[in-house]
């Protein structure tokens, strides 16, 4: 009885030092993992070491989560949804996973398209080739085109440098990476920021045509 | 007319409006519903203006003529009801109305050949034909009834009595709970508990204080669809005072409707309602001398589908890219300008009155338990009677098909029902006792959606289907996600290469697994459910992709790289309508004599097809 007993005053203790250091507690594939109230999945995961593939994301701009590599399986009371890790907030008591099928589903399909969309862009081939992924079925129609249209220069100079120099033109298929009114800009202070966080390579391309000289 | 200081004053001036009214007098109700308008109905209001004034009935009781929203039979427009004698006129035509002037108007009797006919029965009455009689008008009780740019029609069939029940009689807190027992669900597709939705913001607000905001969704963009837009344009007192009721509620002071630019008529009628409401104190400042402040902005939208997802709507009305963000904070946290927003369909807000006027019991008895109350749907495609129809929730779509659009003309079944727009899915004739209901139509991968209906028959091919929904939903991906920038465009790839007769089964489940990708993983409802059209013909109609893949045939005969059309000899009269409809010239045949078509040069037009009055052309 007093086993009971002390178990019980164990567990609620320890309950009480999870409810009071105000950590989340869930798991990443079946590893116990702790966060701050604010953090995402993905964010988690790379402090644990479980790595997660991402395009669009850069840890000093705000994720939107537009290249859906970092989707991950979150599992809760019996329910599963397939969610973008860089903008999920974690939550207690969930199950994360990296690798289901449904996951890898969604990333092996848009690397396959990416392979189409840019297939200028080496980094992306290298990232494609991590997943297994060495061809694509669908059209090549611009054989020159790097640039997955992540819009994370776009944000960089935003939010990092400030400048708004460039933006994302146009929508959907036509979407590109443009400055305003499509005029190179004359705002753009060559500062290389778009050159460094491109995860595609692509700025080199596209940085003479949207900063003045 | 003056502002309206108290609950008292309203109910003695819809007294003073009613007792003006003459039961007598005559009333002719034109519909200038879109498709009616389509069809000249402007010209019908204004030929009877002219010929009662040339008639000079001035003597009698002058009739009065009402410009209605739309009273839903689109199929047999201009439609023209005539009270008090209840008559139901159909197809009218400027060059009929003397007639009805001269016969109905002054002498009380039915001209018969303009009422509705069918199977050999005549009807006189819009109650007893058989597209109105399985309906259950409830949120549209007043579209095609009262004048929409007229706010004493609206008083006299009980506009703002609900508002000023709420006002005077209820606290915020039972308004929610009465949406929330009324069992109300989303009727902008998602379903979610409105009542839940709305608990979500009032408590938000009660941590967080500050501004909140109402937000009425008016941004239709399904092709096919028209259930809003007649709403707006028909009564939008009643989606008014949905909206100032949920502001009460939420204790919010603004509130917008967004509409999209492609509906001229139902912003114009919105902003006269809006004026009206003003003018008589039930919108603006001090509504009903309650102290209750409340206003209503139109915000019209540039014609982005996109901006019909709640996330992308508010970010439009901010003034920013309409481009989606993700949820969570859902807008009832972290809304319009990051505040707490309710943003509903203005369906939905239609029925709030409702429900505040009848109660949540009554409302609940309506429909089935989880999916309450009735809806709107446009039913349109290859069926006898087109329109807009109001059904309660839970009736199944065989029915709707069959007794109210009256089947497909001269077919005993149809192929496939297309529910919940171009991300909804294809629900097959085999299904057809599936009731419509949320949670039923998810079962068998289709949604609710806003509540379109597109009725497909045996002429009608599934990837050609496919193809039209998906090539509109790459036109309206905003393009932030990469799944259904790329995805939309690929998948079209797919179903491209079947339409020609490439690819193999493979690639059927190919397109599959890509069609799961992208359901997974967008980033918002519209890549989301994108998909569903391929993913349900896919899992219904496989036999028929097959047969595109293996066969190289299109079984409807519409891939036209795949068909080949031909003349029956036996049926052929000669009459050479063909031959002259011909835009290649490749038909040829002597007059009355058989006729042949030189396939090299046939383009698969398939008009020679549609003009032959004998059915001898045929395709395969």
């Known amino acids: 009885m007093s086993a009971k007993k002390t178990q019980k005053a164990k567990e609620s203790k320890k309950a009480k030092k999870e409810k009071d250091d105000g950590l989340i507690r869930f798991k990443i594939n079946g590893q116990a993992v702790e966060a701050r109230a604010g953090w995402t999945i993905l964010e988690t995961a790379r402090q644990n070491g479980i790595n997660i593939p991402t395009l669009c994301f850069h840890p000093a701009v705000e994720p939107i989560g537009s290249c859906r590599l970092c989707v991950v399986e979150v599992r809760q009371n019996g329910y599963s949804r397939v969610a973008a890790s860089c903008i999920t907030p974690v939550q207690g008591g969930v199950e994360v996973l990296t690798d289901t099928e449904e996951v890898l589903n969604v990333r092996r399909w848009v690397l396959e398209m990416l392979l189409a969309n840019c297939p200028a862009s080496h980094q992306i081939r290298e990232l494609a080739k991590e997943h297994g992924v060495t061809s694509t079925r669908f059209k090549v129609e611009h054989p020159e085109d790097a640039c997955p249209r992540c819009g994370l220069c776009v944000r960089a100079c935003d939010e990092v440098v400030g400048v708004r120099a460039i933006s994302l033109g146009n929508r959907g298929v036509f979407k590109e990476v443009t400055a305003p009114y499509n005029q190179r800009s004359m705002e753009c202070i060559r500062c290389g920021t778009c050159l460094y966080v491109c995860p595609a390579g692509a700025m080199e391309q596209l940085f003479p045509l949207v900063s003045a000289p | ?620």
């Open chain 2, 1 to 620: 007319m003056e502002r309206i200081s108290n609950v008292a004053k309203l109910e003695a001036l819809r007294e003073s409006l009613h007792a003006a009214h003459d039961p007598e007098r005559p009333v002719v109700r034109v519909c200038l519903g879109p498709g009616c308008l389509a069809l000249g109905a402007n010209k019908v209001s204004r030929a009877f203006q002219a010929a009662i004034k040339a008639k000079g009935m001035g003597a009698s009781v002058q009739p009065l003529i009402k410009e209605t929203g739309c009273h839903g039979f689109c199929s047999q427009g201009t439609l023209v009801n005539v009270d008090p004698f209840n008559l139901f006129y159909v197809k009218v035509k400027p060059d009929d109305v003397e007639e009805i002037v001269e016969t109905t108007l002054a002498n009380g009797q039915a001209v018969e050949r303009l009422l509705y006919s069918d199977n050999g029965n005549r009807y006189r009455s819009a109650s007893e034909v058989p597209f109105y009689k399985m309906q259950q008008k409830v949120v549209l009780k007043n579209v095609g009834v009262i004048d929409p740019l007229k706010i004493e029609d609206a008083l006299m069939a009980g506009a703002y009595r609900s508002l000023a029940k709420v006002l005077t009689g209820m606290t915020p807190d039972k308004v929610i709970a009465t949406v929330e027992a009324s069992g109300l669900r989303g009727r902008g597709g998602g379903g979610f508990p409105t009542g839940r939705k709305w608990r979500i913001a009032a408590e938000n607000i009660r941590k967080n204080p500050g501004a909140v905001y109402v937000v009425g969704n008016g941004d239709e963009g399904d092709p096919g669809a028209f259930m809003d837009r007649t709403l707006m344009e028909g009564d939008p007192h009643a989606v008014l005072e949905g909206m100032i009721i949920g502001g009460y509620a939420l204790g919010a002071h603004q509130g917008y409707i967004y509409v999209r630019m492609e509906y001229p008529l139902a912003i114009k009628n919105l902003g006269v309602a809006i004026e009206q409401a003003r003018a008589l104190g039930l919108l603006g400042e001090n509504i009903l001398g309650t102290g209750f402040n409340f206003d209503i902005r139109i915000n019209r939208g540039a014609g982005a589908f996109v901006c019909g997802e709640e996330t992308a709507l508010i970010a439009s009305l901010e003034g920013q890219v309409g481009e989606p963000i993700p949820r969570p904070p859902y807008p009832a946290e972290k809304g319009l300008w990051d505040r707490p927003t309710i943003i509903n369909n203005v369906e939905t807000w239609a029925n709030v009155p409702l429900i505040m006027e009848k109660g949540a019991d009554w409302y609940a008895g309506l429909g089935v338990p989880t999916s309450t109350g009735t809806k709107i749907f446009s039913l349109v495609g290859k069926l006898k009677n087109t329109g807009m129809i109001e059904v309660p929730m839970g009736i199944s779509l065989g029915r709707i098909v069959e007794e109210i659009g009256g089947g497909v003309p001269g077919q005993d079944w149809f192929k496939a029902v297309q529910t919940g727009g171009p991300s909804g899915g294809c629900v097959p004739y085999e299904l057809k006792d599936t009731p419509v209901d949320y949670d039923s139509l998810s079962q068998v991968g289709s949604i609710m959606g806003s509540g379109g209906m597109i009725v497909m028959d045996k002429r009608d091919c599934v990837v050609d289907v496919a193809r039209y929904f998906l090539h509109f939903l790459e036109e309206e991906s905003c393009g932030k996600c990469l799944p259904c920038r790329l995805g939309l465009k690929s998948m079209q790839e797919y179903l491209d290469k079947f339409a020609k007769g490439q690819g193999s089964p493979q690639d059927i489940d190919d397109l599959h697994s890509l069609a799961r990708a992208i359901m997974k993983g967008s980033l918002c409802a519209l890549g989301g459910t994108a998909p569903n059209p391929i993913l349900t013909t896919v899992k219904y109609f496989k036999d028929e992709y097959l047969a595109h893949v293996v066969e190289k045939k299109c079984p409807a005969g519409v891939c036209r790289d795949l068909i080949t059309y031909s003349i029956d000899p036996e049926a052929c009269n000669g009459c050479g309508l063909c031959v002259r409809n011909c835009p290649q010239d490749c038909i040829s045949g002597e007059k009355k004599k058989a006729h042949s078509i030189d396939v090299s040069a046939c383009i698969r037009c398939g008009q020679c097809m549609d003009v032959c009055p004998v059915d001898a052309v045929l395709v395969a």
